[in-house]
């Protein structure tokens, strides 16, 4: 049965697509107990296959970093990049989307809840015409009331919010073609919400649905602080709402204003006006926060543009294994090259 594009009509490809090569990048960070088993299943999944498994060490400080080297010495096909520190998980990704040489490349998390057996539904989802396969988590075991219930609430807020169709429950764990993949490469902004700028570059996208397992080892790396600060960048990169929100509220209490100083006047002139300390704190409080509010909206904005004109690197590789670490600068700058600039 073949897919369907976000616009609702059907598409049938000309002839079935060949992978030449399939390149798969997880970031990991303090893994050591998962590291070995996420790189066998991989090569297991897809020992029928020509491959690549590039694994990004987001600045590890446990022993994720050697289990991973020792790994890539026994299996060429496994690629190691050694970020020179914490980066985050988005950078992370980009490290390793920029070094993937495959036709064809698949986002992962390594921690072994996204399993790496449904990578063949995506493929086979390609093969049918698809250029970009979302897997949707159809169950999520092992995870609490509060990420349950936070997850459906961050995906209706920045489904009405964003400027981007988001397909609801689904994560990173998603496959490319080489088309909708450098287009996402030429998109080099520091708050990177992978998920939101793969819908943005558009092309033709198919849904696959998997049972999400529970972590069998490790701690989460994504606690309330940094799936909050995730939130906001997923919405300050794809709307302006917030900002609307604060000229709203400007509006609002400007209207208030304007509706009461008629009434004061009647109230002063005719003498049923008392002056009182606690209406004027009030007032005071309640206009001095919604204008706190709107700069602090502002700020996040200057903020992003801030981080966006120091023009640093997104990371930086400290060192790497069967992979030459200079190979992502290129292939970053390849799609500025397709531009002109």
């Not at 590291?35 to 090569?43: D, I, K, L, S, T």
């Not at 992370?92 to 036709?103: K, P, S, Y």
Request: charged residues 25%; glycine residues 8%.
């Amino acid at each position: 049965m073949f897919a369907y594009p976000e616009d609702g009509n059907a598409y049938t490809p000309a002839v079935m697509r060949e992978l030449r090569l399939l390149s798969v990048v997880a970031p990991m960070l303090d893994e050591e107990e998962l590291a070995r088993e996420f790189c066998e299943r991989v090569g297991s999944a897809l020992e029928a296959v020509p491959h690549e498994l590039i694994v990004v060490d987001d600045g590890s400080t446990d022993g994720t970093a050697e289990i991973l080297d020792e790994v890539a010495a026994r299996d060429p096909r496994v690629r190691v990049l050694h970020l020179s520190r914490p980066f985050g998980h988005q950078m992370a990704i980009t490290a390793g989307l920029d070094h993937a040489a495959g036709d064809v490349v698949v986002m992962i998390d390594g921690d072994l809840q996204d399993p790496p057996e449904v990578i063949g539904e995506l493929v086979d989802r390609w093969r049918e015409g698809a250029d970009i396969v979302v897997a949707k988590r159809r169950a999520r075991a092992g995870e609490t009331r509060l990420k349950l219930m936070t997850a459906r609430w961050f995906y209706a807020v920045i489904g009405r919010l964003a400027q981007v169709d988001l397909e609801p429950n689904a994560g990173d764990f998603r496959l490319f073609d080489r088309a909708p993949l450098d287009a996402l490469l030429r998109l080099r902004e520091r708050s990177r919400f992978l998920r939101g700028m793969s819908s943005w570059v558009g092309f033709r996208r198919a849904v696959v649905e998997y049972d999400r397992a529970a972590r069998p080892a490790g701690e989460t790396k994504f606690p309330l602080g940094r799936m909050l600060r995730f939130a906001l960048d997923g919405i300050t990169s794809f709307s302006n709402f917030p900002l609307q929100v604060s000229a709203l509220a400007g509006f609002a209490c400007a209207a208030v204003a304007l509706f009461l100083l008629p009434l004061t006047i009647v109230a002063r002139y005719t003498g049923i006006y008392e002056r009182g300390v606690p209406s004027l704190l009030f007032a005071v409080l309640l206009i001095g926060g919604i204008q706190l509010l709107a700069l602090g909206m502002i700020g996040e904005y200057l903020g992003r543009i801030y981080d966006e004109v120091k023009q640093r690197p997104l990371y930086v590789v400290a060192r790497a294994e069967n992979v030459d670490p200079d190979e992502g600068a290129t292939a970053a700058a390849r799609g500025l090259e397709r531009r002109g600039e």
